[in-house]
């Protein structure tokens, strides 16, 4: 049997969550944030992990086009 995880009022005062990661961009590291409707932090990790191929080629081609805002690239889900 699962258990329903609950928000935390944190997570409940913020909203949807984003999950912050880093792809390599040749020798450098570029910031990346995946931005989510999951109102759970755990559940937004969970389908960073779960959809990375996906993710990474999303954040990729942001790269490749120049989508890039404060040294950020944003990635929505």
Known sequence: ??????????????????????IADGNKRQDCVLQTKFPIKIEANKYLHTHWPKIERLARDAITTGDIKDGQVRVMR
């Not at 699962?2 to 984003?18: F, L, N």
Request: glycine share 4%; proline share 14%.
């Open 1 to 22: 049997m699962q258990r329903t995880i609950v928000p935390t009022p944190q997570e409940v005062a913020e909203g949807p969550q984003s999950v912050s990661f880093q």
